[in-house]
């Protein structure tokens, strides 16, 4: 029994050739496992994630313009979408919100997820609103400056049938016919609501404010004669300005425009309080969204903006490129933010 015994106890020791398959396939499935972990973890740093923007983008980003079709900020934002999707790879989805000086398209685009699908295109009019408007958002907490894009000088304009050809004639014939002068501006607290008053708190005339939900609509007014004075920008206005349709007084900043050669500016006027009107537009994201987002945005905005194909696009327009980084327009915002609450403490205006 003894030897029976050790026979037993040796050939448990032996491995059976199906052990031996077995413990083989063991071996090699425990290291496939480990090299596919390896694998794994190597490029894990790289997967897509929720809210992540190494890939970014990965699917079409939608960009909110807080105005109708027609003005500047509408048509500087389907310019930069198409020449955003060329270059990476995705479609940039421009939508209208316009209401209420921009102030309705701006809340619903800071509402959305700030995962860099959901963007903003605004004018110089997000940051005079809040001076004007009690918003439902801060306009500096509650978004990411990603780049100012470009800037215009803006245009005093007049309808065809009203008696005045010059800055001087429509004062002085507002100041003999009080109640007679209606403005338009494209909505209550847009930069053309808030220029228009300041210019007229500077010359002690008064006119009556006619707000619309947009630059194209306001246009439209003027040349129906529903309103008779407007400032916009000039290229939302050259086709109606070539026809003879509205007539075009003035233009701010420092230089005549190449367009409008016969046209003086507001200061050769005597009116520099106008001189300084203009408008830029500049890309927004919801605070929160991905740097790598904001990163890609600002980089590949800057290298459309230095394109000599873009410089064409926005001298047609009376468009300067800006460009810079994201750091250098939030600081702009907070200034313009600042410049305009002191407007609107001097004119006695509060938030409505």
């Known amino acids: 029994m003894l030897d029976t015994a050790i026979k037993l106890t040796a050939c448990a020791r032996i491995p059976h050739p199906a052990a031996k398959i077995f413990h083989g396939?063991?071996?090699m499935s425990a290291l496939f496992k480990r090299i596919a972990l390896s694998v794994a973890m190597l490029f894990m740093p790289f997967a897509a994630t929720p809210g992540h923007a190494a890939t970014y983008p990965d699917r079409a980003v939608?960009?909110?313009?807080?105005?109708?079709?027609?003005?500047?900020?509408d048509y500087i934002a389907r310019v930069i979408a198409e020449k955003l999707g060329a270059r990476l790879g995705q479609p940039f989805v421009v939508e209208n919100r316009a209401g209420a000086g921009g102030v309705v398209g701006t809340e619903a685009a800071l509402r959305s997820p700030a995962d860099g699908y959901t963007l903003l295109i605004a004018s110089r009019s997000y940051t005079a609103n809040p001076a004007i408007i009690k918003v439902k958002f801060d306009p500096v907490r509650d978004v990411v400056p990603i780049v100012n894009m470009v800037i215009a000088p803006s245009v005093f304009l007049v309808s065809k049938d009203?008696?005045?050809?010059?800055?001087?004639?429509?004062?002085?014939?507002?100041?003999?016919?009080?109640?007679?002068?209606?403005?338009?501006s494209q909505g209550t607290g847009s930069i053309t609501h808030i220029s228009t008053e300041a210019f007229l708190a500077s010359t002690g005339i008064k006119m009556e404010h006619v707000p619309y939900k947009g630059v194209g609509p306001a246009l439209t007014a003027l040349a129906a004669g529903e309103a008779q004075v407007l400032v916009t920008d000039p290229g939302a206005s050259q086709p109606l300005v070539t026809a003879g349709k509205v007539k075009l007084l003035?233009?701010?900043?420092?230089?005549?425009?190449?367009?409008y050669p016969e046209v003086p500016t507001a200061v050769e006027q005597g009116f520099p309080q106008f001189g300084s009107y203009g408008s830029w537009q500049g890309l927004f994201a919801p605070a929160g969204t991905p740097a790598e987002a904001v990163d890609i945005l600002n980089k590949t905005v800057n290298e459309i903006l230095q394109t000599p194909e873009m410089s064409e696009l926005l001298a047609d327009r009376f468009a300067m490129p800006i460009g810079g980084s994201s750091a250098d327009f939030a600081?702009?915002?907070?200034?313009?933010?600042?410049?305009?609450?002191?407007?609107a403490r001097k004119l006695g205006i509060e938030a409505q």
């Open 25 to 27: 396939r063991h071996q």
């Open 62 to 73: 939608k960009i909110i313009v807080p105005f109708a079709p027609g003005g500047a900020t």
């Open 162 to 184: 009203t008696p005045a050809n010059s800055l001087g004639e429509l004062v002085a014939y507002a100041k003999g016919n009080p109640g007679k002068l209606f403005y338009a």
């Open 250 to 259: 003035a233009v701010s900043g420092d230089q005549r425009l190449a367009q």
């Open 331 to 343: 600081a702009s915002v907070k200034a313009d933010i600042r410049y305009y609450g002191d407007i």
